[in-house]
């Protein structure tokens, strides 16, 4: 004896109408989802670029001052010391010299300075170190190299005593946190600027 069990209570499948309840909870479910992680992800890269920034801008901060400390002849300098107005002098550049050699008048000249850039990832500016080498007032060697990009902000503040001989530097550097390799990143979070102000003395005047 057969029995016929294509009409059994509560064997029917979902109705068109469940289907498409199900598939719209479904899609909600995951763009919340994806929502979360895509947040998620910015605020872990602003942290490490904030984090990475801030090591490289204080390492260069730091190099920077090691130089004026032990550097010699700065400009721009006043050319009356005396003068507020002229002293201390306020500039985005500041050059000194690194070393010479009286004997065969030669004499190494650095300068840092702030430049613009027209490539957006790297802007808006950059901090440039270039290094000239001079022997009886003819140059002899150079060479150039960025050291730190996404500067927003250089002012180099030069106190000096009558000479003019330099009595202090003060650095104040203001730098955007980014991550270089994704330069489409940036546009919806990211991280507050970072600011780093230094002085220091000559280490001759001391």
Known sequence: M????SHR???R???LAEMLIALTITGTLLTATLGALDTSFKSYKV???GASTNVV???VMTRM???????DEFGPYPDDPLDANQN???SDAVEFITASDAATNWRRIARLELRSTEEQRLGPNQLWYIQTDISNGVQTAREERPLLAGVQGLTFTLEYDVGPRLRRATVDLTVRPNDFQDAGFGSVMEAPSIRLVSSVAPR???
């Open 88 to 90: 201390p002098v306020r």
């Open 9 to 11: 209570p509560g064997s």
């Open 204 to 206: 001759r005047l001391e």
């Open 57 to 59: 801008a204080r390492m």
């Open 2 to 5: 057969t029995h016929d069990h």
């Open 47 to 49: 942290t490490t670029e």
């Open 65 to 71: 001052m090691t130089m004026l400390r032990t550097g």
């Open 13 to 15: 499948g979902f109705s």
